[in-house]
């Protein structure tokens, strides 16, 4: 049965003509660019083998690096969904479709919730790819049927989904001093460290309280750590 989409994406794109594929597997890249190719008629394809290989793409590309991105959770230098939330707030207008080999639920909608716009298992057939290329290209959030179902209806969503998505809505840079926080510095060390004015990291701090639904720097620690950024896959995912 052809998976449904779970949600509608904020705007309608037209057809794909150029993709970047996010993966360190130099075959399973081959094989997926002749599929895109194939289902999709996407004729510009690129390739990088990390996540900073990637951003350097995505952040030196004149315009738009590609219609869309390809993307391997497991990668060399990217624990858990660290690497898409980086790419989503690099790149924010370009629609991010996980590709993976983990097809457990509680993956998918923590995908879902940090912005990417569909979720393909590794493993489907063609079809498959097809049905959920077209589907982004309408706009629309593509994810396998039954995890649609739950995200539909709200079944199955977390407190870790809900703080997964609250973070995905911070840009690159307040991420980055989110972090900061995190570690236990205060303004004007992060200042410092980040090269910016004190006055621009209040201003940082105060948009980011709000984006996260939270009153203090305590607040915003606690939601983070809920999110467990760096390691929401079940045991065994990662590479030796």
């Known amino acids: 049965m052809t998976p449904e989409p779970a949600a509608a994406a904020a705007s309608p794109r037209t057809d794909f003509r150029s993709a970047l594929i996010v993966d360190d597997h130099p075959l399973f890249c081959d094989a997926l660019a002749m599929t895109l190719q194939a289902v999709a008629g996407i004729e510009e394809i690129a390739s990088a083998d990390s996540l900073e290989t990637a951003l350097i ?11 869309v991105l390809v993307l391997d959770l497991n990668l060399p230098d990217v624990n858990g969904l660290d690497g898409l939330m980086r790419l ?6 370009m629609p991010i479709v996980v590709v993976s080999s983990i097809d457990d ?4 909608r923590a995908a879902i919730s940090a912005g990417a716009a569909g979720f393909v298992p590794k493993h489907s057939r063609r079809e498959l790819f097809r049905a959920a290329f077209a589907a982004i290209a309408r706009g629309e959030i593509f994810v396998p049927e039954s995890t649609g179902e739950s995200l539909a209806t709200g079944d199955g969503m977390s407190p870790q989904d809900e703080a997964i998505r609250r973070l995905s809505l911070l840009t690159r840079q307040q991420a980055n001093i989110l972090e900061q926080i995190c570690a236990g510095k205060m303004n004007k060390q992060i200042a410092y460290d980040l090269s910016i004015a004190e006055t621009t990291v209040k201003a940082h701090v105060t948009a980011i ?21 760096n390691a929401p896959l079940p045991e065994g995912w990662r590479k030796p």
């Open 57 to 67: 793409r995505v952040e030196s590309a004149e315009g738009a690096p590609a219609d």
């Open 88 to 93: 989503r707030q690099a790149a924010p207008e």
């Open 105 to 108: 639920p509680r993956v998918i």
């Open 209 to 229: 309280m709000r984006k996260l639904g939270v009153y203090s720097r305590t607040q915003a620690v606690l939601l983070a750590r809920e999110a467990q950024i």
